[in-house]
């Protein structure tokens, strides 16, 4: 079966499930779609797939935002990225949880068995 038609019957499932489009799809990977990215949604996705892409993007944007509210008090770069990766694992574990909740509350299958 290929990407798209999984995909297509994976949005319907979570629509059927009562799952909101917004926390099912969200922006980052319809983004990730739109450059040719090959991944499942979320709730869909295993545990760590979700812990990367949601760490990665939750690291590096509370690292931008640590810069910019801290840069004038003299903090060593160092410290930056240190509290953006734990940041960024925080809440990458986080939100891979509440999609493997998701998906186990609402009988929702693995990608895989789509």
Do not use: C
């Not at 990367?52 to 590096?60: L, M, N, P, Q, T």
């Not at 801290?70 to 410290?79: N, T």
């Amino acid at each position: 079966m290929s990407f798209e038609i999984k995909k297509n019957k994976a949005i319907e499932l979570m629509e059927s499930a009562g799952l909101w489009k917004s926390n099912s799809v969200p922006y980052l990977v319809v983004l990730l779609w739109k450059m040719g990215v090959k991944i499942p949604p979320p709730t869909f996705a295993n545990f760590w797939l979700n812990t990367v892409i949601y760490g990665a993007f939750g690291g590096i944007l509370a690292t931008f935002i640590l810069y910019l509210e801290m840069s004038e008090y003299r903090v060593s770069s160092g410290d930056f990225f240190i509290q953006g990766f734990v940041i960024g694992i925080t809440f990458g574990v986080t939100f891979a949880l509440f999609h493997l909740y998701r998906r186990k509350s609402k009988k929702l299958p693995d990608w895989k068995d789509l």
